[in-house]
């Protein structure tokens, strides 16, 4: 491999500077081992546990079995490659993936802010939190609404007055997937059976042979989002570039942290970053970090996150629950049952172990859609402005967010499946965009010696058409329905 020699403030080339200013070549830190950067997919985890894991995975179980389950695991294991070219992109240059799709056209800024806003403004994880709150305490269905928005503001307050964000958000979430954890070992251990695992396997076939018939039951807009949140989901994943970069991992470490505009120092400058040097001290320490950061991500994003979605629906595979309603009254079936099997404290522990995920998940939702839109907005409009910095974005985002929500659930909208649905499923359509913008980004923005190439290269372009191909269905299938009249 040659040597790359640059000069100190060197420009460097790779990157397009027509849209934004060019970056300069610096040393990418010493690596970290992995005990130290574990926390980052945590975060992504927690985000992912409230949707497809808790929700939509379970449900499709009660509808057509556990046949389909083998496409959870297509689903984790191309959301695994798709956030590590996400943060191939940042460790190399501390930048998030958002900021180097806006170096090759302008409006992909917004695009992505549209793209993560829109779907996750509808509060299906706090009408869900909410729901599970009613089943638990007995409270009537009129009450799942101010819950819910009582939910939102709580977690507002929490946000705002954070002098460090991601800190506090890895804390929380640390603190509730340990209570996620917690049940799952119980709930595998006393409430699956042999024949439930084994269907995982024994009724695959049965499941691949039966898709067609399963796409339809399900409808494609329950089938897209399943896949889309077998794991994060939508632009979920990008925001895995901020929590990397908040962590220090790579060159994020030479970019400022989001703090509160309240409690926090602000740095007002906006989020460009570096390009790394490709020399030989250069790759030794990309070779660590690209060793440690794939390490991280897969043992807390997709082994975990995994083994939670494939363990929460056995459980009901187990219980034999079974449902044509489509809502989430099948968790409070799943709650009855756990009490009637185990014990009416495991069916309360459930209780607490759904709130706790669905929590997890809503502040997991606000706090990147806000990033997202903070960062995008910050590069792209604000680059210049002492007045406008990316923590005033963010915090102002988190409350429109929260008002949005708000009225929302007012209007009437508070069917947690409906509205997780209608997520997941734009979040299917905005990774099949940016799967194909990670691709253009690493092969063209970065040195030779770290591009995306050989096997992942192949595994990125099956990804890109699989999203676009689900996505020009459900596109037909809305405009066939609603024009057309199905």
Known sequence: ??????????????LPTKYLPGVEYRDLPEPLPLRKIVGASVVLLATALGS???????????????????????GFSMQYFLNMEIERYTLATGETAVVGFTR???????IFVLGAFLPNAWPGWATGGATVLSYLFGFGEGAVPILAIIGLIAIGVAITV?????????????????????FMVVALVFATNASAWAGIVTEAPSGVANFPSALSQLGIATLLGAIAFAGAGGAN??????????KGMGMGARIPRLVSPITGEEVAAPSLGYMMKTDEENMRRWRGWWKVANREQLLTFYAIGLITLIGLSVVVASLGITSDAADTTFLQTEAQVLSERIGNWFGVFFYVAAFAILFSTNLGIIDYVSRVVADSLKVSFFRESH??????????????????????????FDQPLLLLIIAASGGGVVMALYSWMLIKLNTSGLPEPIKLKGARLVIMYVISVFFSFF????????????????
């Open 104 to 110: 090759y056209w302008k409006p992909w800024g917004i």
């Open 1 to 14: 491999m040659a040597d790359v020699v640059e000069r100190p403030g060197q420009v460097a080339s790779e």
């Open 237 to 246: 994943n990008l925001t895995q570039s901020n929590y990397i970069r908040d």
């Open 471 to 486: 996505s020009i269905l459900l596109l037909y299938d809305v405009i066939r329905t609603n024009l057309f009249g199905g």
């Open 162 to 182: 954070s002098p460090v964000i991601y800190q506090t958000v890895e804390k929380v979430q640390f603190v509730l997937v340990g209570i996620i954890a917690v």
């Open 387 to 412: 007045a406008i910095t990316e923590s005033r974005v963010y915090v102002a985002t988190v409350w429109l967010m929260i008002v949005a929500g708000s009225i929302i659930l007012l209007s009437g």
């Open 52 to 74: 497809g894991e808790l929700i939509i995975w379970p449900y499709i179980t009660t509808q057509v079995g556990i046949g389909l389950l083998w496409l959870a695991f297509v």
